[in-house]
């Protein structure tokens, strides 16, 4: 049996991004679901429920596809056309975890966000991207 499942799954495209993005939508889409069963008489639950089993469906597709180069082309486009969300997230994460050691300054002309140890006082920031001096209290 366990042969079998290494046969089956070779050659198939995996889980990327798109698919683990679309399942999490129909996670989503599946509460909304659950939260709207009595509004307009349960049309609107199963909209969202038609939905979700939708992504559902498009995701295992994405996984078990054998199509790999044009799921790969496919999912390089996604990721370049969330990297700014991707990147504001990321930036919220790494703020709430190193702000207690750290604190956060923007430049003001290229606004690359930099990063000064707390408790230094007033200091002289230059920022590694373009070279810009200014002053920040920590």
Known sequence: M???LINFFSGRNGTDSISKSALWVSI???????A?????????????WVFALILIVYSYWRIL???VYKRRAENDRFIAA???????FSGIKIRTVQGRQYK???????????????GKGKVQITCKKCG????GKT
């Open 104 to 118: 956060f300054f923007k430049c003001p002309l290229c606004k690359t966000v930099l990063r000064v140890p707390r």
């Open 132 to 135: 810009n001096r200014f002053s």
């Open 36 to 48: 709207t069963t009595r509004v307009l008489d349960g049309i609107l639950s199963t909209v969202f």
């Open 65 to 67: 596809s054998r199509n």
């Open 82 to 88: 969330t990297s700014g969300i991707r990147s504001f």
């Open 2 to 4: 366990k042969q079998r």
């Open 28 to 34: 989503l889409f599946l509460i909304v679901s659950i």
